[in-house]
Structures are given as structure tokens and as C-alpha cells.
């Protein structure tokens, strides 16, 4: 999964990867790793994502920007795809996922820290 823009709007692309590339530079021993993936297409004549506040379901059965399928590493989030029984087939209710031993805690300024 990652955001990119659509239509003059910001969305979640979701995909499958399917080929990791790293392309090397001599200078200094850089590299940049780029994820090439197929994008599942979520705008069409009917709705290809149902998100009822609960599940987010994408419709998997065709492909979109197939000629822009590459992205960097950093931008990708690992996300699970489960069949989804209530819509069938070609439909996978997608599932986030949070890295353990990683926590996102807002700091406040000001706020001294009262420790145990």
C-alpha cells in the first residue's frame, strides 16, 4: 500500500509486489531499492473499494497504471489481503499491519516527563 495522487487527489493504492529492484550507484556506495507492483484498480464503473468503518474490502480482479508501477521502498506499508465471504469473489478485505517493538507516541512540548 501507498498514497498517491489520482484525479487531483490523494489515495491508498493497493497492490502486490512483485519484483524487488536496487539500483546501485558507485559514488560513495549508495542505493536506492524500488518495489515494482501490479495496483489493484479502485475507480471504475462500479465501486472497485467498499469500506463500511470496519472492513476496507478492494475488488482484485483488474489491474490500473500498469505502466507506473514502481515506487520506493520507503513509501510502501505492508498490508494482508483476506478473501472476503461477504462480496466473493475477487474480493479481499485488507488488513494493516503495525510493526512490533514500534510504537508512534505524540510528544508535547512543554510536558516535563514524570517517570515511575
Known amino acids: 500500500?501507498?498514497?498517491?495522487?489520482?484525479?487531483?487527489?490523494?489515495?491508498?493504492?493497493?497492490?502486490t509486489l512483485k519484483e524487488i529492484i536496487q539500483l546501485d550507484y558507485n559514488l560513495e556506495d549508495r542505493s536506492v531499492v524500488l518495489?515494482?507492483?501490479?495496483w489493484f484498480k479502485l475507480d471504475g464503473k462500479k465501486t472497485e473499494l467498499k469500506n463500511d468503518g470496519f472492513f476496507k474490502?478492494?475488488?482484485?480482479?483488474?489491474?490500473?497504471?500498469?505502466?507506473?508501477s514502481l515506487i520506493l521502498a520507503t513509501q510502501a506499508s505492508k498490508v494482508f489481503y483476506l478473501p472476503d465471504t461477504k462480496y466473493g469473489k475477487n474480493w479481499q478485505v485488507v488488513q494493516t499491519f503495525d510493526h512490533r517493538h514500534q510504537f508512534y507516541i505524540s510528544e508535547t512540548e512543554g510536558v516535563p516527563f514524570s517517570g515511575p
Open 35 to 38: 518495489f515494482k507492483c501490479d
Open 57 to 68: 474490502s478492494i475488488h482484485v480482479g483488474s489491474l490500473w497504471y500498469k505502466d507506473d
Open 1 to 15: 500500500m501507498t498514497e498517491c495522487e489520482h484525479d487531483r487527489k490523494v489515495i491508498d493504492f493497493y497492490g
